[in-house]
């Protein structure tokens, strides 16, 4: 699966290590009929780049060289309280001089507060333009829409990042993923039969899917 005709901005230097669990692995074969388990490898992706890391930076490398092909000059996305992925969204928007938009959905009555520490207080720190508060299930598709013409109501431009970057252009992350996970499995002897991964908004789990059923993995 070649990736190389479609814009990518790079924002790590490098491939996330691949590591062994070796004392993680020995408590889990404890468990284990027998006392035999599988050894267990990590892909350190909390090593990725833009403050500091975390999966969403593969997919924002699609997102964002997608939103500079298209001459937005601000990123809209959303979130929960304390979202990872507007963190990220946001340093993405900071390293390449655009502005930064969130919805935060309230998923529980009163659990937003602006001034709480934590990724809060990253939102202040790396300058977010500005936040809307909507209750939980709220239309998140429809309150980034209204931001983003509120934002061409200005004169300028918005791109729309879905909640997690999950799209089919931000999965693309996990598919090079993928080949970089190929790569290190040859260059490292380890001959992998499980992958598990977390799936919230489910774009890390479908772009690794399609990466190893592209390279036949």
């Known amino acids: 699966m070649d990736l190389s005709r479609i814009a990518r901005r ?3 230097p490098f491939a996330t290590p691949l590591e062994l669990m070796p004392n993680f692995s020995r408590a889990l074969a404890a468990t284990c009929p027998g006392g035999k388990g599988p ?19 593969r997919k924002l490398e699609f997102l964002v060289a997608d939103a500079l092909a298209q001459g937005a000059d601000t990123l809209v996305t959303c979130g929960a309280p304390q979202s990872n992925h507007c963190r990220i969204t946001l340093a993405a928007a900071v390293k390449e001089g655009l502005k930064c938009r969130f919805v935060i959905e309230e998923r529980v009555p009163d659990s937003y507060d602006e001034d709480a520490s934590g990724n809060h207080f990253m939102f202040r720190l790396l300058g977010v333009e500005a936040i809307t508060v909507v209750p939980g299930g709220s239309s998140m598709v429809d309150a980034m829409a209204k931001m ?14 879905p909640g997690g970057g999950s799209n ?10 993928a080949q970089e996970l190929q790569q290190q499995f040859f260059d490292q002897g380890v001959v992998i039969d499980r992958v598990v991964v977390g799936s919230g908004s489910s774009g890390t789990h479908g772009g690794l899917l399609a990466g190893f059923l592209g390279n036949h993995i």
């Open 39 to 57: 050894d267990v490898w990590i892909k350190r992706d909390d090593m990725l780049g833009l403050f500091p890391g975390g999966n969403k930076t």
């Open 148 to 161: 983003a013409s509120e934002v061409e109501a200005l004169g300028r431009k918005a791109y729309i990042i």
């Open 10 to 12: 790079r924002y790590t």
């Open 168 to 177: 089919a252009l931000g999965g693309l992350g996990y598919v090079a993923c």
